[in-house]
């Protein structure tokens, strides 16, 4: 089983950064994409940003300019930097892998890190 953990969560204040990493217990090669999802308060978990194996990355809108993915497959580690943070990134941060299988794609998921953006 695939395990995700992501870590680097925590308080910070608007205007602020934080760096979020998530470590893969299988090399991230067998991942066709690797992406992090977010869970705001009242909201489901929405698309935040991916990355392709082939290096390809797209943003929500929201985020664009702001959050910067990026993949080291020698660590096998995603990571989030978030610049500019607004009170409205508050919420729960998910780490997503995704390989392909037979009847579709195969999704695993980390357990979640708390970001709070509050003065």
């Known amino acids: 089983q695939v395990q995700l953990v992501e870590s680097g969560g925590g308080l910070v204040q608007p205007g602020g950064s934080l760096r979020l990493s998530c470590a893969v217990s299988?090399?991230?090669?067998?991942?066709?994409?690797t992406c992090w999802y977010r869970q705001t308060p009242g909201k489901q978990r929405e698309f935040t940003t991916c990355?392709?194996?082939?290096?390809?990355?797209n943003y929500e809108d929201s985020v664009e300019g702001r959050f910067t993915i990026s993949r080291d497959d020698a660590r096998n580690t995603v990571d989030l930097q978030m610049d500019s943070l607004r009170p409205e990134d508050t919420g729960v941060y998910y780490c997503n892998v995704a390989r392909r299988g037979g009847a579709g794609a195969i999704n695993y998921w980390g357990q979640g890190t708390q970001v709070t953006v509050s003065s």
């Open positions: 990355m392709t194996k082939g290096g390809a990355s």
């Open positions: 299988e090399p991230l090669f067998d991942f066709y994409v």
